[in-house]
């Protein structure tokens, strides 16, 4: 291998590093090993060191936290490569993995360590535990360059390494769908394995209590369980929800420290209060008690304003505090709609009194009042960015930015640390891509090379406002994923994105290097059972519709959103391999044909499950409704699965809450004398607060309202009128069917939905053009 000249571990080496930028010293030709994310500094050096089942760990400092180092990456390898290691019981420090932590180690910055492989051995030094941890991490990867089991080669290199900043999070949303214990420690596990050390929990909100309260045990008897829309049919349990007791939360809190890993819990007020509200309402304004909520989005259910409220809220926040050691508690603040304060005549008393003029004011008042109290037990308020509403915010609160980055922005020039979360860029409920078989979650798709491609720092901020950005952090939240197979699906691969741009000097960031060496990180997360998503290199497989219906021939088109690896196909159905014919250009083919194709890393693994398109008649004039783009007018689209608390991955429906129609495309309609619509229907559980009057509400002639096909535009000619069944009988998925009338040449529909708006949502499973009824 053309490596580096060779340099020993000797002052030399020290100073030449110490010379260099930040960046990876590596010979022109030679690929860096297959890290995520990438080190501060790594050189390679000439031959390498065999690690085998005889070469031992050793740890040359004894304390717990290395041990527990040693421990991590013995099983961590030993699950993942089948090759055992094991802790020494002598000093050998040659030909061994030896494990120091040591106040002198070269790298100095928080969490930094150094690395070296030598063909004397491998040596992990750090200043501190989180360092010595990460180098264990690093050499984990090192042992796993590929999917092989045994023994490993490790090239000989020199790596100094340390993060670019300090918070490294993932918000996960245990409130809208709880995950169990072990689902949340395999996450935490993943974090850590990427150096992510902040797992941010969200834990109340208006579907869900999940914290147990021992002072308020209502909190998770009536908080943390929700009556699903339409419970006990079609795939809806009776009741959903659950909850973490405290010795739980204990157990996850120090599994996570145990991996350097802290957990910031979130607590969401003075909004996102119903299911606190539902347990307990005086805390709430009204004295009313509403349910636990089954519905997304902004509910109107805020918190008192009271004493009784404040002194419930610091009994909860006290045993929080017992069970996070966390320097932050997240208070939320987000999308606290004020209504509810409007119109109590208690809470406009005590704004009088308190000689507040604005409720934005008060939700500043509120929050100020909540840091104060966390101040006093040693601990930092951080919330969203609606937190630097009113004037009344600790100067040391901490903003999170999710309304973009103008937040961070304001919160940075006022001197507040910030940390970067935006919508839609770093959240992760939005889908990594739109091809017909991608899980529900919201549009646009924010795809794997737009998270690479954040930058966390604003060019507006100099470099002392700069300082202010601790870190970034993505946020999963799970209203539209119900289970662990969706979160997976949602967070990975993005989050090795993240993690590189998050730690990484932002100088190395280099995208189509990642993609190299973002196999061999599938490989591990395959290994470790990690469901990631296979948008960004799913093959889409494109042909003119209308080309192949006039002519019986298409030309196909293959390309995936990377460009990464090689994509490789079959014309007789059977599955694409590596051996099948790869594809360089677009091809010909006769209907009826089906292709089925494939992408493929450069060690032949493969990067995508294969995906099918058949071309023939019936197919090209059969669309999913999820295929359908949007009536102009509102942009806003979910892709929902079937029912709300439902477990299944598929089918998935693309939905807008505000306007429930959309446009088969421009098509060849000679021949064409009917339609058929696999439609369904969904509930109508989205509380969109004041932009309910956004809702398109449309006349209908029959009592549920009628699915209308117009011609071309949506103010086209009404082509067919398929009435609804009545919602209350019946399954809820149905089909409709009507004549077209005969029409040449090409020629779009427009499909609305008129139901009225107080019942359920409709929306498109399939929509196919028949010669018949
Ligand atoms: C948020 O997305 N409501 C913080």
Redesign the pocket.
């Known amino acids: 291998m053309n490596r580096l000249a060779s340099l020993s571990r000797c002052a030399c080496l020290l100073l030449a590093l110490a010379l260099l930028p930040a960046h990876v010293a590596r010979a022109r030709d030679t690929a860096p090993p297959s890290l995520i994310p990438l080190p501060a500094q790594l050189t390679l050096q000439h031959g390498g060191f065999t690690v085998d089942v005889h070469t031992p760990v050793v740890l040359a400092s004894h304390d717990a936290a290395t041990k527990q180092t040693a421990d991590y990456l013995i099983d961590l390898v030993a699950r993942t490569r089948g090759l055992h290691l094991r802790l020494a019981d002598d000093d050998k420090t040659t030909h061994a993995i030896v494990l120091q932590r040591d106040p002198l180690a070269p790298v100095a910055q928080a969490e930094g360590y150094a690395l070296d492989v030598t063909p004397e051995g491998i040596r992990i030094t750090a200043r501190d535990d989180a360092g010595l941890f990460h180098g264990a991490i690093t050499l984990y990867q090192l042992l796993t360059p590929d999917a092989k089991q045994g023994a490993v080669e490790v090239p000989a290199l020199s790596i100094r390494d340390w993060p670019r900043f300090a918070w490294r999070g993932l918000m996960l949303d245990s409130a809208r769908h709880f995950q169990s214990v072990a689902e949340v420690e395999k996450l935490i596990d993943q974090m850590a394995q990427l150096k992510l050390d902040v797992l941010h929990w969200h834990l109340t909100d208006d579907q869900g209590w999940r914290i147990e309260i021992k002072r308020y045990p209502e909190l998770t008897k009536i908080g943390a369980w929700r009556t699903p829309p339409d419970a006990g049919h079609d795939g809806e349990p009776q009741r959903y929800g659950g909850f973490y007791t405290q010795a739980q939360i204990r157990a996850v809190v120090a599994y996570a420290a145990a991996r350097h890993v802290t957990i910031v819990p979130e607590l969401d007020m003075p909004g996102h209060a119903q299911a606190a509200v539902a347990s307990y309402p005086q805390v709430g304004v009204t004295g009313q008690r509403p349910k636990v909520s089954i519905d997304s989005g902004v509910n109107p259910w805020l918190y008192n304003v009271d004493d009784d409220t404040f002194v419930f809220i610091d009994h909860v926040l006290d045993e929080v505090m017992a069970l996070f050691p966390s320097k932050y508690i997240h208070v939320g603040g ?2 606290a709609i004020k209504d509810q304060w409007q119109a109590s005549p208690a809470v406009q008393a005590k704004m009088h009194a308190l000689g507040i003029t604005s409720e934005d004011a008060l939700q500043g008042w509120f929050i100020g009042r909540i840091g104060q109290y966390l101040d006093q037990h040693g601990r930092k308020l951080i919330g ?1 960015d609606e937190i630097l509403e009113g004037d009344n915010l600790p100067a040391d609160a901490t903003v999170m930015s ?1 309304r973009g980055i103008d937040g961070a922005i304001k919160a940075a020039l006022l001197g507040h640390d910030v940390v970067m979360s935006p ?1 839609p860029d770093l ?1 992760f409920d939005h889908v990594q891509g739109d091809l017909a078989d991608e899980y529900s979650g919201r549009l646009g798709v924010e795809s794997l090379q737009d998270v690479y491609g954040f930058r966390a720092v604003p060019d507006v901020l100099n470099a002392t406002q700069a300082k202010h950005v601790l870190g970034m952090q993505a ?1 999963v ?1 799970t209203e539209h994923l119900p289970t662990m197979a969706h979160v997976e699906h949602a967070v990975f691969p993005r989050l090795d994105a993240l993690a590189e741009v998050a730690w990484s000097p932002a100088a190395t960031n280099d995208w189509p290097g990642f993609l190299a060496r973002l196999p061999a990180q599938l490989a591990r997360q395959r290994a470790q059972h990690v469901a990631y998503a296979d948008s960004a290199f799913a093959v889409d497989i494109q042909a003119d519709r209308n080309v192949a219906l006039a002519t019986g021939k298409a030309t196909v088109t293959l390309s995936d959103q990377t460009g990464f690896g090689s994509i490789h196909y079959t014309l007789d159905g059977s599955t694409p391999t590596p051996a099948s014919p790869r594809y360089d250009a677009p091809f010909n083919v006769s209907l009826p044909a089906t292709v089925r194709a494939a992408s493929f890393a450069a060690d032949g693994s493969a990067l995508s499950a294969p995906r099918e398109r058949v071309l023939d008649r019936a197919a090209l004039l059969s669309l999913p409704g999820t295929a359908l783009a949007n009536c102009p007018g509102s942009d806003f689209r979910l892709r929902v699965q079937p029912m709300p608390d439902a477990t299944s991955t598929q089918p998935v429906y693309a939905v807008n809450v505000f306007d429930t129609c959309q446009l088969f495309p421009p098509t060849l309609m000679d021949g064409v004398a009917a339609i058929h619509v696999d439609a369904v229907r969904l509930p109508r559980n989205f509380q969109l607060a004041h932009e309910q009057k956004l809702v398109v509400s449309r006349p209908h002639g029959t009592p549920f309202g009628e699915l209308v096909v117009h011609a071309d535009r949506c103010d086209g000619a009404v082509l067919a009128s398929m009435p609804l069944p009545d919602p209350a009988r019946g399954p809820r998925r149905f089909k409709l069917d009507a004549k077209l009338p005969a029409q040449s040449g090409e020629h779009g529909l427009c499909l609305v939905y008129t139901a009225p708006i107080a019942g359920p949502l409709y929306a498109l499973g399939r929509v196919s053009l028949e010669a018949g009824p």
């Open positions: 987000d999308e969203w999710w919508a959240y946020n939240w």
